[in-house]
């Protein structure tokens, strides 16, 4: 049983480039969630998902776009990167926001933007 | 937006002693969830709080959700050096997410 599974795990940009990044889950989990995590400010959700065909904005959105075509896959695009989109990439799923439904996190992307 | 505030930022006690980490919320959160981040790892779920004035525990750890659902804690007796790492809060209010207290990290001198 992998959990959430992350990829790629580390990833160098120039400034303009694009690139996705994909998290895949098998536990069969309706909501999807992606945070970034800088120094000093905790984990800040970007775009989330309560279910396939679904998404929406979270406290973060700008600069990324996202997309949830199959239950167990979310995508975080990067459209043109900026070198403050340098930052750890946290992909996490959960089966309801009901009692006991923590959030299950993937391994991390290291993303960083020259 | 929502806001969850987390003291202390960073917390060095030496082992056996007693570690607290603080969260608050300016407005009534519906549940609150605590994670757990090893360095270098990703956050793990430990435990989330529903009703107010609750207290958990798990071995040495104990949560509490204060009467008013706007704060909480987390507290290790007597810390070990495998309880190091970055301890997060997350304030659930209406609706599917979560926001994460900016989380205090624990160093545990042997």
């Known amino acids: 049983n992998a959990g959430v599974t992350q990829t790629p795990k580390f990833r160098v940009l120039k400034t303009g480039q694009s690139m996705t990044l994909l998290c895949a889950q098998d536990?069969?989990?309706?909501?999807m969630y992606w945070y970034r995590q800088d120094p000093g400010m905790g984990l800040r959700l970007i775009h989330y998902?309560?279910?396939?065909?679904?998404?929406a904005k979270g406290e973060v959105p700008d600069g990324y776009n996202v997309s949830r075509l199959k239950k167990q896959n979310f995508l975080l695009g990067l459209e043109s990167a900026a070198p403050s989109q340098t930052s750890v990439y946290f992909c996490?799923?959960?089966?309801?926001?009901?009692?006991?439904?923590?959030?299950?996190f993937g391994s991390g992307t290291r993303l960083t933007v020259v | 937006g929502q806001q969850v505030m987390q003291i202390p930022q960073y917390q060095h006690v030496q082992e056996g002693e007693d570690f607290t980490t603080y969260c608050n919320s300016s407005?009534?959160?519906?549940?609150i969830q605590w994670y757990k981040q090893r360095p270098g790892g990703h956050p793990v779920f430990l435990i989330q709080?529903?009703?107010?004035?609750e207290v958990k525990k798990q071995k040495r750890l104990t949560f509490q959700f204060g009467e008013a659902k706007k704060n909480s804690s987390l507290h290790i007796t007597a810390t070990q050096t495998t309880d190091v790492g970055t301890y997060f809060c997350?304030?659930?209010?209406?609706?599917?997410?979560?926001?994460f207290g900016t989380g205090t990290s624990l160093t545990v001198i042997p």
């Open positions: 996490a799923s959960s089966l309801s926001t009901g009692v006991n439904y923590g959030y299950t």
């Open positions: 536990m069969n989990h309706e909501y």
């Open positions: 998902s309560v279910g396939e065909g679904t998404t």
């Open positions: 407005t009534t959160l519906s549940n």
């Open positions: 709080l529903v009703k107010s004035g």
């Open positions: 997350a304030g659930g209010y209406t609706g599917n997410q979560f926001y």
